[in-house]
């Protein structure tokens, strides 16, 4: 990925400590659904989609929302487009390939408890109906 002021910056929320440097690669424990190992590893560009991933990740740590570059190709998230927001407006996306640190987004604004506790009640129900993220 070029490395320029119109180059897209692509976000990844996250509990996990990391440093500029550090990879994030598929393989650990989803956040969502039965926690099953995750085939991919799901980044954004936009904040607010890194926001919601950031506050629901699973964990105890401090929430974080990293820049990232991605190490290999990207695709269209389809748990996101088509079923839920046709034309992938929420700029929400996925890779076989690690996604590279190169930053941490410091000053954010999370969401407000009420829409917090509305997707967290939502994400509830779609594991209680054994719903899993499509990783095919």
Request: hydrophobic fraction near 30%; charged fraction near 25%; aromatic fraction near 10%.
């Given at each position: 990925?070029?490395?320029?002021?119109?180059?897209?910056?692509?976000?990844h929320?996250?509990?996990?400590?990391?440093?500029?440097g550090?990879?994030?690669?598929?393989?650990?424990?989803?956040?969502?659904?039965?926690?099953?190992?995750?085939?991919?590893?799901?980044l954004?560009a936009?904040?607010?989609?890194?926001?919601?991933?950031?506050?629901?990740?699973?964990?105890?740590?401090?929430?974080?929302?990293?820049?990232?570059?991605?190490?290999?190709?990207?695709?269209?998230?389809?748990?996101?487009?088509?079923?839920?927001?046709?034309?992938?407006?929420?700029?929400?996306?996925?890779?076989?390939?690690?996604?590279?640190?190169?930053?941490?987004?410091?000053?954010?604004?999370?969401?407000?408890?009420?829409?917090?506790?509305?997707?967290?009640?939502?994400?509830?129900?779609?594991?209680?109906?054994?719903?899993?993220?499509?990783?095919?």
């Open positions: 990925m070029e490395n320029n002021q119109f180059a897209e910056k692509y976000y929320g996250s509990k996990a400590d990391l440093a500029i550090d990879l994030i690669q598929p393989g650990f424990g989803s956040n969502y659904g039965q926690r099953k190992k995750a085939k991919y590893i799901y954004t936009t904040l607010d989609a890194a926001t919601w991933g950031a506050e629901l990740a699973w964990g105890d740590g401090r929430e974080r929302i990293y820049i990232v570059e991605p190490t290999g190709s990207i695709e269209d998230d389809p748990n996101l487009t088509d079923k839920k927001f046709p034309g992938n407006p929420t700029k929400s996306y996925r890779s076989l390939y690690a996604l590279k640190i190169v930053g941490e987004v410091t000053t954010w604004k999370g969401h407000t408890p009420e829409q917090l506790a509305t997707m967290r009640n939502h994400l509830d129900l779609l594991k209680q109906q054994g719903i899993e993220a499509i990783e095919d």
